[in-house]
């Protein structure tokens, strides 16, 4: 059974950091595409940040980029994604995600393109 569990939220007060893991278990996604996704109560599940199979290549959304870093290592089946500088408006659920087979950059930024999720872990942020 594939699972991904995802760790490491918490409360931080604005301007603090926190480091999300994900932890997989059951396959290897060592020749997919990972992200990390959120959503914020009563919005839409939005698209933070992505990194190619073999870590080489990382994409962020607009309003994380330059504060936050997507890392994975395939040889402990891990990903993480350090949050610095953080703000209120970064407060969601976080979840992690992984493709099932190798898919085009284009597909990396929709949830409906991945197929394996976490559970979500809460960030909230204090201002």
């Known amino acids: 059974q594939v699972q991904l569990v995802d760790s490491g939220g918490g409360l931080v007060q604005a301007g603090g950091s926190l480091r999300l893991s994900c932890a997989v278990s059951g396959r290897t996604f060592s020749t997919t595409a990972m992200g990390w996704f959120r959503q914020a109560p009563g919005q839409e599940r939005e698209f933070v940040a992505a990194?190619?199979?073999?870590?080489?290549?990382?994409y962020y959304s607009d309003s994380v980029k330059g504060r936050f870093t997507i890392s994975r290592d395939n040889a402990k089946n891990t990903m993480s994604l350090q949050m610095n500088a953080l703000e209120a408006e970064d407060t969601a659920v976080y979840s992690c995600?992984?493709?099932?087979?190798?898919?085009?950059?284009?597909?990396?930024?929709?949830?409906?393109?991945?197929?394996?999720w976490g559970q979500g872990t809460q960030v909230t942020v204090a201002s």
């Open positions: 995600a992984a493709q099932g087979r190798p898919k085009l950059r284009s597909t990396y930024y929709e949830p409906a393109q991945y197929d394996y």
């Open positions: 990194i190619n199979w073999s870590g080489s290549s990382a």
